[in-house]
T-cell receptor, first 115, second 116 residues
Framework: DAGVTQSPTHLIKTRGQQVTLRCSPK?????VSWYQQALGQGPQFIFQ???????QRGNFPDRFSGHQYPNYSSELNVNALLLGDSALYLC??????????????FGQGTRLTVV | AQSVTQLDSHVSVSEGTPVLLRCNYS??????LFWYVQHPNKGLQLLLK??????LVKGINGFEAEFKKSETSFHLTKPSAHMSDAAEYFC??????????????FGSGTRLQVQP
């Protein structure tokens, strides 16, 4: 079992560009969540996808959007990149949407640098 | 709304001595609480979780945490630190009232240093 896999591992983009990050959940998991972890801070929730729909959203602007495919993999898209979007982007997957009975597994993240 | 406060940004201990990482939480409902560990260039790994069963929770690698509702605390402890414990530790809360679904809310993290 490969666990949660994210690609790419590192990415450098220019201000104003658009970026797409990808995530494949752990086998058997159907829910994918995305988090942004700025340097020296804890991860912050961006949004969660379940059954190909965005189910919850954190306090992030509409520049951040996502998608979930029928095979449960997911993409995070960020438009009009700002310097402040530089961060480690983490994908987490779990089975169902409740954390009480299922563990959320995290990928190693994509390090995005905006210059 | 839920929130988590990790009371120490950095903790330094000597190898073989006890570890205490402090966490206070705020929640409108009966929360689920977790501790995650993040080693450099690695993903987050779940150490332990509290989900309204036993208040003393045992996790991996000898870590445990005690849920104290009266103090709204969920401190992480380990009797004897090992060099491999050096990492960033996150206290996390999740509220799930009824069938509601909540994201994980992370604290700001505590960096644990273990001195030889």
């Amino acid at each position: 079992d490969a666990g949660v896999t994210q690609s790419p591992t590192h990415l450098i983009k220019t201000r104003g560009q658009q970026v797409t990050l990808r995530c494949s959940p752990k086998s058997g998991h159907d829910t994918v969540s995305w988090y942004q972890q700025a340097l020296g801070q804890g991860p912050q929730f961006i949004f969660q996808y379940y059954e190909e729909e965005e189910r919850q959203r954190g306090n992030f602007p509409d520049r951040f959007s996502g998608h979930q495919y029928p095979n449960y993999s997911s993409e995070l898209n960020v438009n009009a990149l700002l310097l402040g979007d530089s961060a480690l982007y983490l994908c987490a997957s779990n089975r169902g949407q409740q954390f009480m009975n299922t563990e959320a597994f995290f990928g190693q993240g994509t390090r995005l640098t905006v210059v | 709304a839920q929130s988590v406060t990790q009371l120490d940004s950095h903790v330094s201990v000597s190898e073989g001595t006890p570890v205490l990482l402090r966490c206070n939480y705020s929640s409108s409902y009966s929360p689920s609480l977790f501790w995650y560990v993040q080693h450099p260039n690695k993903g987050l790994q779940l150490l332990l979780k509290y989900t309204s069963a036993a208040t003393l929770v045992k996790g991996i690698n000898g870590f445990e945490a005690e849920f104290k509702k009266s103090e709204t605390s969920f401190h992480l402890t380990k009797p004897s630190a090992h060099m491999s414990d050096a990492a960033e530790y996150f206290c996390v809360v999740s509220e799930e009232p009824g069938t509601g679904r909540r994201a994980l809310t992370f604290g700001s993290g505590t960096r644990l240093q273990v001195q030889p």
